[in-house]
Structures are given as C-alpha cells and as structure tokens.
C-alpha cells in the first residue's frame, strides 16, 4: 500500500510497478481457475492494457482528491460567508453539527448501500452528484457549527 501511495503523487515509473503487480496477481487467478494456454502475445496486451488502467484510475483519483478538496473548502468559504453576511439565521452548534454528521452518514451509507458500478449510466452519475452534494451539505454543517 505504501507504494500505491508514493505512486498517486509521484510519476508513471511506480504506476508500472503497480500494474505489473496487479498483471501477476491476474495471470495467478488465470492459472488458479485452469487456464494456462493464454498465447504470449495476449499476455503482453493484458499487460499493456493494465498499465493504460492503472495510469488512468490514478489520474482519475487524483482529480478526484483535488476536487474533493476544493469543494469541501468552498463549504467552509459559505459557512463563514453566511457567518460574515450575518443572515438572520441563528442554529445552535450542537444543531448544525448534528445536521452534519446526518449528512455525513448518509452519503456514506447510502453510497454503500446503493453502490454503482461505474459511471455509464444516467441513474450511476446522478449517484454520483448526490453523493457530493450530502458531503458539501455535511462540510458546510461540520463548518457553520464552529462560527
């Protein structure tokens, strides 16, 4: 794990180190299940197509670290906006914290519970995006407690 790591913020040369772990560990599973006349050549292409995967799941990570952050600090950008603009509206901090943890569990556990299984479909986006508006909600919540 800790080279999965070292590789989401470092270059492609640990991402093939990755992959070529993640091939063996697929090429064992083959064998396992009986399969062992796989032809060389389709042998080297299932290893090139892992490389293309992991370098692709690891960009795709770290856009989503990225954005994950930046909505999360444009949360407690709004709760101290709000805070600042002095709106009238008045929660206690055990209310809002209780408004956030709410909105904490239950993107957590919904998304557990209605897991997608990528994002081809209309209903697996919208999964998606309701998802990261319950965690923006939460950390606005977490956030609006503490002014």
């Known amino acids: 794990m800790v080279r999965a790591l070292l590789a989401l913020f470092s270059g492609s040369r640990l991402a093939d180190g990755l992959a070529e772990v993640d091939h063996q560990s697929n ?78 569990a239950w993107a957590t556990l919904g998304r557990l519970g209605w897991r997608s299984w990528g994002e081809r479909t209309t209903i697996e986006r919208l999964d998606r995006v309701v998802f990261h508006i319950l965690y923006w909600i939460g950390a606005y919540l977490g956030a609006a407690a503490f002014y």
């Open 27 to 104: 090429m064992q599973e083959l064998a396992r299940d009986g399969v062992t006349d796989v032809p060389p050549k389709r042998i080297d292409e299932m290893r090139q197509e892992m490389r293309r995967s992991t370098r692709d799941s690891l960009s795709r990570l770290r856009k989503n670290l990225v954005l994950s952050g930046i909505s999360i600090l444009s949360a407690i950008a709004a709760a101290a906006a709000v805070r600042w603009v002095n709106l009238g509206m008045h929660f206690s901090g055990r209310t809002l914290a209780i408004g956030s943890m709410f909105c904490f």
